[in-house]
């Protein structure tokens, strides 16, 4: 070894020797060095001295490149891992691992075995001095980059860290503790940051690599070496201290930080440094410290970089002694004066505001701890500077800092004169009140923040010295910040401390939330989550937990007993065998037994063992757990903790002693009504109405006044509790039974409403509450009992209906009895809320008749309302009355008035042309906006009429904000404009589309209109000879016309002339509102012919005769023919009536309206004679009638058509005519009257066949169910009347057709003449009624032909009645035109069997009609029940259930016998076992009507009940769903591929939309529900429009009931159309729910369903 050793030796050092002086040699033969470093490791004292000459040479030479560096620092790499490892093997260790490279761990190397001269020399200390002087030069000279590098460190910056990690790692004491380190070079390259460039990169970071490498070195080398090397340093750390480059300043103050603490400074003796050597240097420190901060102070023109690096040494100054800043106090705090200001007032550019407030949190920190000691006034500035940043601050960073330092200040308990650090107890109360106001209402969402001042507030409360000072009541509000704080465990900590604070008993509690605790600082929080958690702590927590008394029991399971459970017919016992004897691999399949499982067999009894253990296990668990983990989820959850004190507080109120619930029930009423809750009536859901809903439901009742419910109701919208409470007040006090109320004397007051107060305040609190939520029908109903007056009744139950006029007139002639009356003495209190009443009301009458000049006149006899004031001037355009009276109505606006008063001061910054202030009507639009919205959230969450007012307030908002573009076009300056008569033309057009409808207020459109006038008068004025002058004079003409036409339909005639002759004839007037204007004069007189004078004849006739028609158009000339005709009807002037309706279709033949007035013309006369020309010619004007597309307008045209047919003759004429001229009319107005068609088709001739086919050829699904069950059900018919006939002797016919064997898809089964169809293959579509076309169209044709049916022996002749054949025929005819589409229809039919009821749902079913049966039977017997008996009717239903039990499969022999459970399942057949037997037996036994008194209804009443809850049980055990792949597979595979199916019933009324919705697939789940006591399958269809449609598979038995049902829906739907149009039904919003149903076949259909709805039988099952 020692020869290989000399070997390696002597070739290495003579290449190096011999071939050094070339350069790649060199680097060959030292990386071979570097690679094996191990190998050399026994020779290395051959080796280093060269090394290190090599180190010396590859990395200081001029043109050195990096990778020669790198080699070089490898070699010094090398002699330091030589080092470790010699000191390993010197001290015996095995672990040679060291990590030089940051993670990168040295090679291990195995131990020497030969401890020779290798092994233990050491290197010279030379050669050490000379690698790491290398090292540091090193460091601190590759670095030459002019810019930052990209991503990523440079080669020289990596190899700079690698330098100073490998001079750290040499400088263990371990290794070379003692070496001779050079730091004069170090003032050379510091020096050099006074010249360099400022964007010299590289140097940059050399000289923060040389002040690292000095704070390290300061670390490690002895004192007065350091002394001695810094001696020399003075001047280059002075240019590093005075440079703009902050990266170098921060490490120059980890330099000063470690020089200091090594070497402090007497700051008492003025920065003296008892080391000569540091003398000048710390004086040199403080003078450009003083010197910073005085040229800060004095120009305004220094840098903010300037000062950081001045507080940055100051900071390294005071890091070990805080007292240095004593010194500079004066000019320092003159600095963070000027900091502050700059910092709140962000004078300084965005990019220095972030160091402006670095450099304040820095001025913080430093002057922290010397609050204590500084002069007053210092310490006043100081102190006021924090709660400045505490109000105006936003940066987080700063505010945390100064959160942190006002908690250390509080946490110090030096508060000795003289010595303390922090401010004093009454300046943290300032600072920490500061916080409490300002944080959380600045920074709500800054958990952290928030978090940081709270753990101070909490401190205090826990001091038991700080919580007994003034400091804890002031903190009060941040202490119940602490309660409501998002983080569960900061909260906890609070509660825990208020819980400590508060009594332990539920009582004094539940006084404490009434009347201790003040939450009005909880503001817009849920604070009923606290009162939760305060009431459910003083729960006993020890208390086991133990079940509901209420919760459902499971039978005990026993070892012994468990096939003796009732009902478990062995299954428990069955299971256990299979688990006990099942193979362990199949046990366990599935779980994880990486784990040591138990695989061994489990028995029956470990298995009740283990769940022994489990339920004693159960039982340990307390009420806390359960407490304290629901509390918190009540925090989570608002909607929770509402529900939670709605049930808990009753029964809390339930376990009160009657002397505490009176006691609570005196605090809760000034508890409810204070204004600490006002922030509550913004908050949704409102802490106070949670309050109120739980005091609603106590037992005994809490007594509250009705003022107090009322002002509850409206301020936290509690509306509908309140109205409840109140109507229980009401009722229990008896003020609203029917009778007559006498009229009370006049002055003789009893002055009952004083003595008295409640016994008016339910039924006035009452009145207002309606009033407020708009329920007009329940105001009236309360006040035509309440009313003392007969005028008073017929006064409101006028206005409810309409009928403002007659109302008016009743509270006129009330008022006018009143007076009568007041002669006699003053008005009883008794009478004011009707006196006001009859005042109110009868303005609002006045203004929806536009009585304005009435309403004027009685705001002068009522006083000084300022409100009536500004009203009636708005009217009249009275500008300056309107200013006045805006002035008095501020100082008492109500709150709910304040929109409007905004509104009325945007009207008069506008209209007033010389005095306008267009600018301010933005400000007015943003409060009234406000306000509206803040209303609107104080109401019922759904939207009803409640919210009519603030819409139509919103309304008035926007037409103010449009009329204020208006006024700003017309200015002068914008008037002319490019693009300003654009603009006021989309105005025009939107004020054209916005227009009253039917329902809307009068009062309210007639504001809107007036408002609009004005604008389209200064329109005119201002483009006076423009085109925009005619288009506003049309616009004013058109609006004003249409709400004429409104006031018509309302019946206020009046007004409707009134409105119409503002309509001025001027020149430039459009001939279209010209007509228009006749249009509606005459439309008017007509409604007012009843009650029309001589005057109002003459008029209306004058304006047929003087109209002249030549600025009229053919068709308007057509139209104006037609009124003509109306009018003279009405006016009984039938001749001239059939003449002008004779010219206007001479004139025009093409429009529908005035075909329909002719047609309701000669509707009039044919009522009167009966004549069939009358007729025909009704008829012809109905059909042309009926071509306009419009279905819903001339609906009633169709019906018509239909009753005529009713009085065809003979030849059938109407027939024929219908059948020559039913083309022209769109076949979508015929779908709603199929059903009357086909009644058409049953009863007469074939007359509308061919219609019912052009309807079939374009909607052929709404002809093809309706189709399919008549057909059907003639079916039926004819068979039972064959059956009938077999009986007796059989009559021939007249005419007879043959009874077609077959229709495509259909079969009867006339077992019990019920209707099904042929069963199909359910894994594709059906095919086979596309097979049998060819013979179905065959059997059809009409003819004495007969048929034979293959399994009949008799050759009986089968015969069809027309109508049959006629639904045969149109069936055929769909089938031709649409065979892929009925394939479709028939499959889905099919199917539908298979949602037929099963044996128990149809027994119950049956037993439900037969007990309702009896309950009419009772009800017609009702004077003598005991003695009534059950009618023969009610026998056979009954004998047909006892059918029910089995009779029906007995009779197929053994097939009955061999059927096992789930084919029986199948063809819904009973369960053939023991106890069904039994439960057949007892039902024969109990309807046995052989027996003695079992044919006495009672009796068979209470039978039916106690079977009904036999089968309800039954029923409800079976599952609430069933799969539609396991019944239907046709319908689970169905797609719009399969056919163009619509929605069911989709069809019955035509839509507006010109498409209808497909089917698109069936949903999977098919759920069983309950309807009217019947069990129903309720299946979901997917639209192609992407909507979910539910439908009720019904199974009916009476087919004649379901048609007739039908029918009524088909009224009710086509009532709602007239339902929409009626003004006080449309008002009201009242409408029939109206299901589609579509009959599939007699007994089979499908019915829409709507699963939000509930009935108010399953509300009471419930």
């Known amino acids: 070894m020692e020869d290989s050793n000399a070997t390696l030796v002597h070739w290495t050092k003579k290449v190096i020797v011999e071939e050094g002086h070339s350069i790649n040699q060199l680097v060959h033969i030292l990386q071979l060095i570097v690679r094996h470093y191990k190998v050399y490791f026994p020779v290395r004292q051959h080796l280093v001295q060269h090394m290190v000459s090599s180190i010396q040479r590859l990395g200081f030479i001029a043109n050195a490149t990096i990778e020669h560096r790198k080699l070089a620092v490898d070699l010094a790499e090398v002699i330091i891992k030589w080092e470790f490892q010699r000191v390993r093997e010197q001290q015996g260790q095995d672990d040679d691992s060291m990590d030089t490279d940051g993670g990168t761990s040295l090679d291990s190397t195995k131990k020497s075995k030969e401890h020779g001269e290798g092994s233990s020399w050491v290197i010279e200390k030379q050669h050490i001095d000379a ?82 490498l000095l704070t390290f070195l300061l670390s490690v080398m002895p004192q007065g070496t350091s002394l001695n090397g810094f001696r020399h340093l003075h001047k280059g750390v002075m240019a590093c201290i005075t440079t ?351 784990d040591q499982l138990d695989c061994s067999p489990v028995s029956k009894e470990d298995l009740l063992t283990k769940h022994g253990h489990f339920l004693d296990s159960v039982r340990q668990a307390k009420c806390d757990q359960l407490i304290k983990s629901y509390v918190q989820l009540c925090h989570n959850s608002t909607d929770l903790a509402r529900s939670t004190w709605i049930q808990v507080f009753p029964r809390l109120w339930a376990i009160l002693t009657d002397r505490q619930r009176q006691s609570l029930s005196n605090e809760l009423v000034p508890f409810l009504s204070s204004g600490a809750h006002v922030f509550q009536g913004d908050c949704h859901p409102s802490a106070i109405e949670t309050f109120l809903e739980g005091v609603a439901l106590c037992n005994p009742s809490v007594h509250l006044r009705a003022c107090v419910i009322k002002y509850l109701s409206k301020s936290h919208n509690a509306w509908h509790r309140g109205v409840l409470m109140l109507e229980n007040k009401v009722i229990a006090n008896g003020d609203l039974e029917q009778l007559p109320k006498a009229i009370p004397k006049y002055g003789v007051d009893s002055n009952e409403y004083v003595q008295d107060p409640p016994k008016y305040e339910a039924l006035e609190s009452l009145a207002e509450l309606y009033s407020s939520l708009k329920e007009d029908d329940y105001w009236t109903g309360m006040w035509t009992l309440r009313s003392r007056f007969l005028e008073t009744k017929q006064g409101v139950l006028f206005e409810s209906q309409g009928e403002f006029e007659k109302a ?230 058109s609006s004003t016309l249409q709400f004429a036409g409104i006031a018509r339909k309302h019946s206020s005639l ?220 003639l079916k039926m018919e004819q068979k039972e009347k064959l059956r009938c006939e077999s009986v007796s002797a059989p009559a021939t016919p007249s005419k007879v057709y043959p009874i077609p064997s077959s229709l495509p898809g259909i079969s009867v089964a006339g077992q019990q003449g019920s209707v099904t169809t042929e069963k199909m293959d359910t894994s594709s579509t059906p095919q086979h009624s596309l097979d049998s076309t060819k013979s179905a169209s065959s059997s059809s044709q009409p003819g004495p032909s007969t048929t034979s049916e293959g399994s009949e022996a008799t050759s009986t002749h089968r015969t069809a009645p027309a109508p049959m054949v006629r639904c045969s025929r149109i069936m055929h005819y769909l089938r031709d035109y649409h065979p892929t589409l009925l394939s479709a229809l028939e499959g889905i039919v099919d199917q ?24 009419e039977t009772a009800f017609k017997t009702r004077a003598d029940v005991a003695g009534a008996k059950v009618t023969a009717e009610i026998e056979s239903d009954i004998a047909r259930l006892t059918g029910m039990f089995g009779s029906s499969h007995e009779q197929n022999g053994a097939l009955g016998s061999q059927l096992d459970q789930q084919s029986r399942k199948t063809m819904n057949m009973p369960p053939q076992d023991q106890s069904f037997q039994r439960m057949k037996m007892q039902f024969l036994s109990d309807f046995d009507f052989n027996s003695p008194g079992v044919t006495k209804l009672q009796n068979v009443i209470s039978k039916l009940k106690k079977w009904i809850k036999i089968f309800e049980m039954k029923t409800k055990a079976l599952p609430r769903f069933v799969l539609m792949d396991e019944r239907c597979r046709f319908l689970s595979n169905f797609s719009v591929a399969t056919g163009d199916v619509d929605i069911p019933g989709d069809y019955l009324l035509p839509k507006h939309l010109p498409y209808m919705v497909h089917i698109a697939k069936f949903m999977p789940h098919v759920e069983i529900v309950r309807r009217h006591n019947v069990a129903i399958r309720r299946l979901f269809i997917r639209g192609d429009n992407g909507k979910i449609y539910p439908y009720l598979v019904v199974n009916d038995s009476n087919s004649a009931e379901c048609r007739r049902e039908e029918r009524v829906l088909q009224l009710l739907r086509m009532m709602n159309y007239f339902l929409e149009k009626n003004k006080e039904t449309g008002r009201r919003h009242l409408l029939y729910q109206v299901p589609s149903v579509v009959a599939v076949s007699p007994q089979l259909r499908l019915v829409e369903d709507n699963t939000s709805n509930i009935s108010l039988t399953e509300i009471f099952q419930k």
């Open 1392 to 1415: 539908m069997v298979c949602f037929k009821e099963n044996w128990s749902e149809e027994v119950l079913h049956l037993l439900m009609d037969a007990l309702k049966g009896c309950y």
């Open 808 to 1037: 008016r007139k009743s509270y006129e002639k009330a008022m006018s009895e009143a007076m009568e009356l007041q002669k006699e003495g003053s008005i009883p209190s008794a009478l004011l809320p009707e006196y006001n009443v009859w005042e109110t009301h009868w303005v609002k009458c006045a203004q929806e008749l536009g009585n304005w000049e009435a309403v004027v006149e009685f705001g002068k006899t009522v006083g000084n309302d300022p409100f009536h004031i500004v009203d009636n001037a708005w009217r009249y355009a009275d500008w300056t009355a309107m200013k006045e009276g805006l002035a008095q109505a501020e100082l008492v606006c109500p709150e709910h008035l304040f929109p409007k008063l905004q509104v009325y001061k945007g009207y008069v910054a506008i209209c007033p042309v010389e005095e306008q202030h267009l600018s301010m009507v933005e400000k007015f639009l943003e409060n009234a906006n406000v306000s509206v919205i803040r209303q609107w959230k104080r109401l019922p969450h759904l939207v009803s009429n409640t919210h009519v007012p603030l819409l139509q307030l919103s309304q008035v908002i926007i037409e103010l904000q449009e009329g204020t573009q208006v006024q700003n076009i017309l200015q002068p300056s914008q008037i002319g404009r490019p693009s300003a008569m654009s603009e006021l033309r989309t105005i025009f057009k939107t004020w054209k589309n916005r227009l009253p409808v039917g329902c809307d207020s009068l009062s309210h459109w007639n504001d809107i209109l007036w408002w609009r006038q004005i604008h389209f008068k200064a329109i005119s004025r201002a483009f006076e000879n423009n085109p925009l002058a005619d288009q506003a004079v049309h616009h004013s003409a």
């Open 244 to 594: 703009l480059n902050m990266k170098i300043v921060r490490y120059v103050h980890g330099l000063l930080s470690r020089l200091l603490q090594l070497f402090p400074m007497e700051s008492a003796a003025g920065f003296y440094c008892k080391h000569d050597e540091l003398e000048m240097l710390y004086s040199n420190i403080a003078k450009f410290i003083h010197d910073g901060l005085s040229s800060y102070d004095k120009s305004s023109l220094i840098a903010p970089t300037q000062l950081q690096s001045t507080l940055i040494t100051l900071k390294a100054v005071c890091s070990h002694d805080s007292a240095c800043i004593d010194r500079f106090m004066n000019v320092f705090m003159k600095v963070i004066q000027k900091l502050h200001k700059e910092h709140v007032s962000n004078s300084s550019n965005p990019s220095d505001s972030a160091m402006v407030s670095d450099m304040l949190q820095l001025c913080i920190e430093m002057v922290k701890s010397r609050v204590g000691m500084m002069q007053q006034d210092y310490r006043k500035a100081f102190l006021t500077i924090i709660t400045a940043l505490i109000e105006k601050s936003t940066d987080l960073k700063l505010l945390r800092t100064i959160t942190r330092i006002i908690d250390e200040w509080v946490r110090n308990k030096m508060d000795t004169p003289g010595q303390s650090t922090s401010p004093s107890l009454r300046e943290k109360t300032i600072l920490l009140t500061r916080l409490q106001m300002f944080l959380e209402k600045r920074f709500p969402d800054e958990a952290e923040l928030n978090a940081m001042f709270l753990e101070t507030v909490l401190y205090v409360y826990r001091d038991p010295v700080l919580s007994a000072s003034e400091l804890s009541t002031k903190l009060e509000q941040a202490f119940l910040s602490g309660l409501k704080f998002s983080q569960p465990q900061m909260r906890m900590k609070f509660f825990e401390v208020f819980d400590s604070s508060i009594h332990q008993k539920l009582y004094e509690r539940l006084v404490y939330i009434t009347c201790s605790q003040n939450w009005e600082h909880f503001n817009h929080h849920f604070w009923i989550k606290q009162c939760i958690e305060l009431l459910l702590t003083v729960a006993n927590y020890d208390m086991a937990l133990t079940p509901s008394p209420k919760m459902p029991h499971l039978p005990p399971i026993s070892s012994n007993s468990i096939g003796t459970i009732p009902g478990t017919s062995g299954q428990m016992s069955a299971l256990f065998c299979k688990l006990s004897t099942l193979p362990p691999e199949e046990l366990i399949e599935g779980v994880d037994t990486s």
């Open 131 to 212: 690698v790491l002087n290398f090292l540091l030069r090193l460091a601190c000279q590759v670095n030459d980059l002019p810019s930052p590098s990209p991503p990523g460190p440079s080669p020289g910056e990596g190899l700079s860290k690698r330098c100073v990690l490998l001079v750290k790692t040499a400088l263990k004491p371990d290794i070379w503790p003692n070496v001779d380190i050079k730091l004069s070079w170090f003032d050379k390259l510091l020096c050099t940051v006074e010249s360099q460039l400022p964007n010299n990169y590289g140097n940059t970071i050399n000289v923060c690599t040389a002040l690292d």
């Open 1054 to 1273: 009046d007004l409707a002339l009134n409105t119409i002759s503002k309509v001025s004839n001027a020149h430039n007037l459009h001939p279209m509102d010209m007509f228009l204007k006749i249009k509606h004069s005459i439309k008017t007189f007509v409604k007012l012919s009843a009650s029309m004078s001589p005057t109002d004849e003459q008029k209306a006739l004058d304006i047929i005769k003087n109209t002249n028609l030549k600025y009229f158009s053919k068709e308007q000339i057509s139209q104006f023919y037609a009124l003509s005709g109306v009018l003279y009807t009405y006016l009984g002037k039938s001749e001239d009536a059939n003449k002008s309706f004779s010219s206007a279709v001479q004139l025009c033949d093409n429009l529908a309206k005035v075909w329909g007035s002719w047609a309701d013309y000669l509707d009039l006369l044919f009522r009167q004679e009966k004549l069939p020309s009358i007729a025909l010619s009704l008829l012809v004007c109905c059909l042309h009638a009926c071509r306009n597309q419009g279905e819903a307008k001339y609906r009633k045209y169709i019906a018509r058509i239909l009753w005529l047919l009713m009085y065809d003759d003979e030849q059938n004429t109407l027939s024929d005519t219908l059948e020559k001229n039913f083309h022209a009319i769109p076949t979508s107005h015929w779908l709603p009257w199929i059903p009357q068609l086909l009644t058409d088709i049953v009863k007469k001739s074939e007359g509308v066949l061919p219609l019912l086919l052009c309807i079939g050829k374009t909607h052929p699904q709404a002809i093809y169910f309706p189709i399919r069950t008549l057909y059907l059900t």
